[in-house]
């Protein structure tokens, strides 16, 4: 534990390192927020409900999709891929520390820093500007755990398609698909609630849904009782099984690793 | 500039050559660009799953937005669109390089790369705009072809001076590459629906001053035989191919002031 605390310091601080690239970072979730809160409003000129969202629900989804666009960091992650690939990987191998666990704990530090200065500038922004939805004291709480468990999720697939390299020398355009099917189906692309009924129902089949949609909605207030419960239990359940099929991976991937001179 | 010209085709052929060394990863890279880019356009499709109209736009017309806009963003992030090598070589000191040769730096800059699975971008683009033509009803004047065959090389540059602007960013912010997303994937976003939607201020910002409003917008509301919502005078939307050549000439500038500004990293 002391030592998970240690590593997750140093993700923190990879990240806390660079100020001026958060807030440039933070400059352009702004921008599109801005523009995609637009667009959510002029689809809601012609209608007042849209899935159960009303015009205050979906710019809300707007802005904290945008802020949780980091912490959940959906745009892509090559780091462990680049090390199988030029076969550092053999180095973390040999620490008496399993890799996943390494980056878990690692990812569990820059996800805080994420949240706090690539979040709530944006969010703050978009309430300045547009009526917001705000959640009582224990859906706020419900929101952090979700949040929690998204990150969890979506390091658990990252590690996925990273541990690909070990059976393909391109990492990169699993890591492309991987993306391009995350952000559309997670829903950061669109709320999942807007999708025809058939892909919607597709789309809660994945885990991505646990990565944006299911934290959002938790903010929203869309899950609440034993709904709440269940809704948090799925998210568990995909980490758990994402972390556990990525282990299995990893053992796999190792047993047929050759590294060259050394 | 015939001599420049074809020195530019021969580093593009050797570039085009070396990605072509693995076929068979180029080709895949390629399909799936093509393929992956139309969850984007999805996104477009399962808006007008709920609405029949987008601020008076029907799903063709903002496909003819989208399309035409893909397309010219596309071919100019192709040409241009370099930003993370341009990163490197600033924050590496390598771009003293550059100014040894006996070339321009913007051209090296733009010759040194020709990401050719981009391609695949500017293959959906085509795509969604034969599939807007298909629904939209155009009344054909002479003018009307012109602009169709104008709004293309004119989104061009205006695309690739943007560009040029956000790489200009780089030599002041070194890793700076997120703030110059929000003019360049920021300025393509805004033109891919009807910039009236937008708050003002935004579309000062993002639509007259970084001037997307001009890449597909005010040419398709002529085109379209659409009402201005905004009630600007008519001769905005002819204009398009002057304010792409006004962006040029300031990327020129910008580039020029960036270029002074560095100063290499010694040695």
Known sequence: MRLDWEIAKRGWG???????????????NCVFGFMQAYVLIALFRHRTDVGGYDVGDAVTYVWLAQGLLMTVYVFGWDELALRI????????LSRPLNPQRY????????????????????????????????????????????????VVVSLGFRFLYNVAAFWIVDHRGVLRLSVTACLFFSGMTLPL???????????RLLPFASIVQVPIDVY???????????????????????????????TRGTRKLVVQGG | MAESFAVYCRLAGANIRAQLQYRVSFVIDLTATFLLSFLDFLAVLILF???????????????????????????????????????????????DVLLARPRGTLYQVAASELPLRRLGRVLQGLVV?????????????LGRVAMLFAMVPTGVLLFASMWVVALCLLFWTVDGNEFSNAFTYGGQTMTQYPIDIYGQWLRRFLAYLVPTAFVCYFPSLYLLGKNDPLGL???????????????????????????????????
């Open chain 1, 14 to 28: 990879r990240y806390a390192a660079y100020p001026a690239a958060a807030w440039a970072g933070a400059f352009t």
């Open chain 1, 103 to 150: 980056w878990l704990a690692f990812d569990l530090g820059r996800a805080p820093f994420h949240f706090i200065f690539r979040g709530i500038p944006p969010f703050l922004i978009g309430a300045f500007v547009f009526d917001l939805h705000y959640p009582t004291p224990p859906l706020a709480v419900a929101f952090v755990l979700s949040v929690f468990l998204a």
């Open chain 2, 233 to 267: 005078p008519r001769i905005v939307q002819f204009i398009a191919p002057l304010v792409a050549l006004a962006s040029a000439a300031v990327a020129g500038l910008a580039w020029r002031t960036a270029v002074r500004h560095y100063r290499g990293a010694g040695g």
């Open chain 1, 193 to 203: 609630a807007f999708f025809p009924h058939w892909l919607e129902t597709f789309a």
């Open chain 2, 49 to 95: 799953h709920n609405v029949p109209r987008l601020a008076g736009w029907s799903v063709h017309e903002v496909a003819f937005l989208y399309g035409s806009s893909a397309i010219a963003f596309a071919l100019a992030e192709l040409l241009v669109g370099h930003s993370e090598q341009l990163a490197m070589r600033l924050r590496t000191g390598t771009f």
């Open chain 2, 129 to 141: 705009f034969l599939y807007a033509l298909a629904g939209v009803n155009i009344d054909w004047t």
């Open chain 1, 85 to 92: 690939r030029d076969g550092s990987i053999a180095t973390d």
């Open chain 1, 220 to 250: 929203l207030g869309k899950h609440t009782g034993l709904d709440l419960v269940w809704v948090l239990g799925v998210q568990a359940s995909w980490a758990v099984a994402l972390l556990a099929i990525g282990r299995v991976a990893l």
